[in-house]
């Protein structure tokens, strides 16, 4: 009799292997759909590519997970539409808006690496007399917070013993500033990628660009419990980032036909701001400095409370 129970408890374990594992943690069933967010600004490359030839949605389509795209440009946008589970790949974040959502507490983790770009990065305005950080005292300068470019608006001021206090800063997107200083709405815009080219070449006054003020380190950002309940589509989105990669290095000339097309802009821009970018997915020990730099830069800004180790930011 014995001997027959433990026959039934381990034949018990094995039907129920998918399931739970005999002794071990339940294993999850796969995700009804995966949500990405889809920013093209400033030159994101890689996001165009995958969505303009559904890498993303054939790499899960043999796991039966549709995908879906959240259009968020917004940083505290996108850590929130994460810590809810409306997204569930921040694919194309910042790393200043990571570390304000994991120093409020939030579950992020930095999955990989997506940009670094520091020169694509600027302040431009019509205004030719504002030559430093001091003649910005009082202006009305737009951007979107929690980004890259918010970072550079304080880090500028910073060299000057300012702070954001010292001007009128308000959140917009990118185009939503590029418009603004078109119509003369703001005295300064916070503006990357194709909105800083068309500045540039409407004979805008360059400011500042981000050179030696940020690391610009954009990253592709997951909750640990997606991580860890997920596995398998950790190791298929990486594959999938891998095509991604590959169709950019042996195809750069349609990835940046195409990359024109979808930001409305001329083959030649594209061509030209390509060269700021970094797009090595490989998070390095020079990252996680910036990480750090941005991190240590926010606490003593008062962006953050309290100082953070980002080292708690990386798998191992």
Same mark, same amino acid.
């Given at each position: 009799?014995?001997?027959?129970?433990?026959?039934?408890?381990?034949?018990?374990?094995?039907?129920?292997?998918?399931?739970?594992?005999?002794?071990?943690?339940?294993?999850?069933?796969?995700?009804?759909?995966?949500?990405?967010?889809?920013?093209?600004?400033?030159?994101?490359?890689?996001?165009?590519?995958?969505?303009?030839?559904?890498?993303?949605?054939?790499?899960?389509?043999?796991?039966?997970?549709?995908?879906?795209?959240?259009?968020?440009?917004?940083?505290?946008?996108?850590?929130?539409?994460?810590?809810?589970?409306?997204?569930?790949?921040?694919?194309?974040?910042?790393?200043?808006?990571?570390?304000?959502?994991?120093?409020?507490?939030?579950?992020?983790?930095?999955?990989?690496?997506?940009?670094?770009?520091?020169?694509?990065?600027?302040?431009?305005?019509?205004?030719?007399?504002?030559?430093?950080?001091?003649?910005?005292?009082?202006?009305?300068?737009?951007?979107?917070?929690?980004?890259?470019?918010?970072?550079?608006?304080?880090?500028?001021?910073?060299?000057?013993?300012?702070?954001?206090?010292?001007?009128?800063?308000?959140?917009?997107?990118?185009?939503?500033?590029?418009?603004?200083?078109?119509?003369?709405?703001?005295?300064?815009?916070?503006?990357?990628?194709?909105?800083?080219?068309?500045?540039?070449?409407?004979?805008?006054?360059?400011?500042?660009?981000?050179?030696? *003020?940020?690391?610009?380190?954009? +990253? #592709?950002?997951?909750?640990? $419990?997606? @991580? %860890?309940?997920?596995? &398998?589509?950790? !190791? =298929?989105?990486?594959?999938?980032?891998?095509?991604?990669?590959?169709?950019?290095?042996?195809?750069?000339?349609?990835?940046?036909?195409?990359?024109?097309?979808? *930001?409305?802009?001329?083959?030649? +821009? #594209?061509?030209?701001?390509? $060269?700021? @970018? %970094?797009?090595?997915? &490989?998070?390095? !020990? =020079?990252?996680?400095?910036?990480?750090?730099?941005?991190?240590?830069?926010?606490?003593?800004?008062?962006?953050?409370?309290?100082?953070?180790?980002?080292?708690? *930011?990386?798998?191992?």
């Amino acid at each position: 009799m014995k001997k027959k129970i433990i026959s039934l408890i381990m034949a018990a374990c094995m039907a129920a292997v998918t399931l739970t594992g005999c002794g071990g943690s339940e294993t999850e069933a796969l995700p009804e759909k995966l949500t990405f967010t889809y920013v093209t600004a400033p030159l994101n490359v890689p996001t165009i590519i995958e969505k303009e030839k559904g890498i993303f949605a054939s790499a899960f389509e043999d796991m039966g997970i549709p995908v879906e795209y959240a259009e968020l440009t917004s940083g505290a946008d996108q850590t929130q539409a994460l810590a809810s589970g409306d997204v569930q790949v921040l694919y194309a974040v910042g790393a200043s808006s990571v570390i304000l959502s994991a120093a409020n507490g939030a579950d992020i983790k930095v999955l990989n690496m997506y940009s670094r770009s520091p020169k694509a990065f600027c302040l431009y305005s019509q205004d030719e007399s504002i030559t430093s950080p001091e003649d910005l005292r009082g202006k009305t300068i737009a951007g979107p917070a929690g980004t890259n470019l918010h970072e550079l608006l304080v880090s500028y001021l910073s060299t000057a013993d300012m702070t954001i206090d010292d001007v009128n800063y308000v959140n917009m997107t990118i185009p939503e500033a590029k418009a603004a200083l078109d119509g003369g709405s703001i005295d300064v815009a916070l503006v990357a990628g194709g909105a800083a080219y068309q500045a540039g070449q409407q004979g805008y006054h360059l400011i500042t660009d981000g050179e030696g *003020l940020i690391d610009a380190i954009i +990253a #592709v950002a997951v909750t640990d $419990e997606f @991580y %860890n309940k997920y596995p &398998e589509v950790i !190791e =298929k989105l990486a594959q999938a980032q891998e095509k991604i990669a590959e169709f950019i290095s042996e195809k750069e000339a349609e990835a940046l036909e195409i990359t024109a097309t979808a *930001l409305e802009l001329e083959v030649s +821009a #594209v061509e030209e701001m390509y $060269e700021y @970018y %970094n797009f090595s997915t &490989e998070i390095t !020990e =020079k990252d996680k400095q910036g990480f750090q730099r941005t991190a240590d830069f926010m606490f003593e800004s008062g962006m953050i409370e309290k100082k953070l180790d980002v080292n708690t *930011l990386f798998y191992e």
